[in-house]
């Protein structure tokens, strides 16, 4: 008797499909796309579906893999676009609330060690996953870096330091450098226009080890405190992180996920080979791309096209993650929305779901002046599409707009 072996189908996925599906994923448009995570439970055949309920600030963000927040207008934006009538007073409620049960969102440092809003609910998951990504060359010069076990000293005293207090970087300052020595305020660290104590180098490493995140500003200055993270074990968050990135992402590929994350290619290779391994993902035959992963068992896609004008602002979770790039900003929107092949540099505008232009805002007081630049004219329709969507940014940043269609003549992150 001859054994045949089963052959095994390989899905292939259009861009088109993959775009409008993590469009939905991310609540920017509407469209057949689950609103479970890789890690949730499937919901009960005997329930009765009903209607689902807006999602809120903790619920976007968890969907978007993090709001980047380094400009925190531009975080509370993304949100906002994101969710049925919020706006940046119910991001700033979920993240300083004075009921500590209220704070769903916290301010730290995310995926590429830049600032991010994440849900309060996934920090031990993503600290413990950032923790075990390896790191790559040492930016710093010889004479600024910091021994192993210095870098261990300065986290272990940021995190005494923080422990039930809310300090400013200079008052954390004096507290790194009284417990560990005078070597840990050596000015060696270019700032922005000046030198920074040896210790700040670490800050960002602090975040990830789930020591230090943001409070609530005092006046002008930045201050910090201790979130009292336990971080899963760095395998379990490693692989949890990848499936969700996939979930919001895929397909995507290693080096996708690397670049993302600002990780080696090499070990992003093997985490894909690992999860491949134990059947947690699968392989699908990606547009543009070539072999590329998913979720296994994620391999229902939208089937029709995505319709529609959205504004995004600057480094938007989706114009950063999403690839292959050149289809995202296709001909002369690389050029245009693009800085040296960086996305995120520039507020886009996304015609039925590709980058199609550029925008800037400019606020006095509640007036915002906005200037949206079309690489296209837009017909009739658009133009009204896009009053209204000028119209939800002025209800999410709570001001009113003006709008002028015409050329941008600000550059990147003005």
């Not at 400009?71 to 919020?86: D, H, M, N, P, Y």
């Not at 500590?100 to 830049?114: D, Q, S």
């Not at 849900?119 to 790559?136: I, K, M, S, Y």
């Not at 200037?371 to 209204?388: D, G, H, I, K, W």
């Amino acid at each position: 008797m001859t054994t045949r072996a089963r052959a095994t189908v390989t899905v292939t996925v259009t861009w088109p499909e993959a775009n409008a599906r993590r469009l939905a994923r991310q609540h920017l448009y509407g469209g057949p796309a689950s609103t479970r995570t890789p890690s949730s439970s499937p919901p009960s055949p005997a329930s009765t579906p009903s209607p689902p309920s807006p999602p809120s600030p903790s619920d976007v963000v968890g969907a978007m893999l993090g709001a980047h927040a380094q400009v925190l207008s531009a975080a509370e934006l993304s949100v906002g676009l994101r969710g049925e009538g919020l706006t940046r007073t119910d991001v700033r409620t979920a993240l300083w609330a004075d009921d500590p049960a209220r704070r769903t969102l916290v301010k730290t440092f995310g995926p590429r060690g830049t600032v991010h809003l994440l849900p309060a609910a996934d920090l031990p998951l993503w600290t413990g996953a950032l923790r075990a990504v390896p790191t790559g060359p040492h930016p710093f010069p010889k004479g600024a870096r910091m021994s192993p076990e210095q870098v261990e000293e300065v986290v272990a005293a940021v995190g005494e330091a923080l422990r039930g207090a809310e300090l400013t970087i200079d008052e954390l300052s004096e507290e790194v450098v009284a417990r560990t020595g005078p070597w840990a305020g050596d000015l060696v660290v270019p700032g922005f226009q000046e030198m920074w104590p040896r210790w700040r180098q670490v800050l960002h490493l602090a975040g990830h080890r789930g020591v230090l995140a943001y409070a609530p500003n005092r006046g002008r200055k930045a201050a910090y405190t201790n979130p009292g993270c336990a971080p899963l074990p760095g395998p379990e968050a490693t692989a949890a992180l990848l499936e969700r990135y996939l979930y919001a992402y895929g397909p995507a590929t290693p080096a996708h996920f690397a670049q993302w994350l600002a990780a080696p290619r090499r070990w992003a290779a093997g985490l894909f080979a690992s999860r491949a391994g134990s059947g947690a993902i699968e392989e699908v035959a990606f547009e543009g791309a070539g072999p590329a992963w998913v979720v296994a068992g994620d391999t229902d896609f939208p089937a029709a096209p995505v319709r529609g004008v959205r504004l995004l602002p600057y480094f938007d979770a989706f114009t950063i993650a999403s690839h292959p790039r050149e289809r995202l900003f296709p001909g002369r929107a690389s050029e245009r929305a693009l800085g040296g092949g960086q996305a995120g540099n520039y507020p886009v505008l996304l015609v039925d779901g590709t980058v199609a232009g550029v925008w800037h805002q400019r606020r006095s007081g509640k007036r915002i002046a906005v200037t949206v630049e079309p690489l296209e004219p837009l017909s009739a329709a658009r133009l009204r599409a896009l009053e209204a969507e000028v119209e939800r940014v002025a209800a999410i940043v709570e001001g009113k707009t003006e709008l002028t269609v015409g050329t941008v003549s600000v550059g990147p992150h003005a």
